[in-house]
């Protein structure tokens, strides 16, 4: 199992800076990967194509770009300039997002989401990989190819139900689970995704399993905190949907918490489940959590 790190939004007056410096300490670190989410702060692409082409050498992912907000054309386009910029190192990872964010926020209909993300990805896939795009679907056209350079880089989905695990597993090269825990990768994304990337020929999807994590040597604290820290994922439908399935009241049970050895067992858990990627988002005790998982990166 390979181990990236989630960076934090940055702060203060050079916001590229401080994620510039976040990446150079990831990848000095040992870490495989660092990741970073698109929400309301900084554009992901955009921050990463910045700041990680003056950082060292490791693989940089968002986790996730929204699809409903950018024609796929040119999401693929700005990802493979953002390809080009950091030498084939960028991982594009999207998702749907959440009605209440698409309908509410944007104000697109988030009508069978399934039906878009199969549109989405018959456009996006192709054009990043430097082909031509003939395309009608009900809800998404083109009729165009890039000559942007930096073809050719990996694109994960945000899928957790069972039709986006298997779209997932057809078509992208894996997935990027959030509040996902060991329980429902073992017996429901690995196998979904797996089954369905080996039917279309294509090989094994990487899983990318990111998830709060803290080292402690008082756990029931811990979760509380990423009850409080995570609430709001406790309330979104797909999130409460893979809380559910893991038999968890709250986002602090599926946090990787605990002192050394037992966040090392959850670890070894996950990779046992399928997950080929763990991306660590600490929430507490941060020096002592990075500090495990840069053992665990260099072990």
């Known amino acids: 199992m390979r181990y990236g790190y989630f960076l934090s939004e940055p702060q ?15 990848a000095d670190d040992g870490f495989d990967s660092a990741w970073l989410s698109h929400i309301f702060g900084l554009d992901a692409i955009t921050a990463l194509a910045a700041a990680g082409a003056q950082a060292p050498a490791i ?22 300039t953002a390809n080009a910029a950091l030498g ?5 990872g999207i998702g749907l997002s959440h009605q209440i964010v698409i309908e509410n926020m944007f104000g697109y209909s988030f009508e069978r989401p399934g039906r878009h993300m199969k549109e989405y990805l018959d456009i996006l896939i192709p054009l990043s990989r430097g082909e031509r795009v ?17 073809a050719g880089f990996p694109v994960l989905v945000a899928a957790l139900g069972p039709r986006m695990l298997k779209l997932a597993g057809t078509v992208a090269d894996g997935t990027v689970l959030w509040m996902t825990g060991p329980q429902t990768v073992a017996r429901h994304v690995a196998p979904t995704i797996t089954a369905a990337a080996a039917q279309a020929g294509r090989e094994s999807p990487r899983i990318v399993c990111a998830l709060p994590i803290s080292v402690t040597d008082d756990p029931a604290a811990a979760v509380a905190r990423a009850n409080e820290i995570f609430s709001v994922y406790g309330t979104l439908p797909s999130y409460r949907a893979m809380l559910d399935r893991e038999g968890a009241a709250g986002p602090g049970d599926v946090a990787v918490v605990g002192d050394e050895d037992t966040v090392l067992a959850k670890l070894d858990e996950l990779s046992r489940a399928g997950v080929t990627d763990f991306v660590g988002s600490p929430f507490a005790n941060r020096e002592r959590t990075r500090n495990l998982l840069i053992g665990a990166a260099n072990g």
């Open 59 to 80: 693989e940089l992912g968002t986790a996730v770009v929204p699809t409903y907000p950018r024609h796929p054309g040119a999401l693929a386009q700005q990802a493979m």
């Open 134 to 150: 003939v395309y009608e679907g009900e809800t998404l056209k083109a009729d165009l190819r890039l000559t942007t350079p930096g």
């Open 88 to 92: 084939g190192r960028f991982a594009l």
């Open 12 to 26: 203060g007056s050079d916001p590229i800076g401080d994620l510039r410096d976040q990446i150079a300490r990831a």
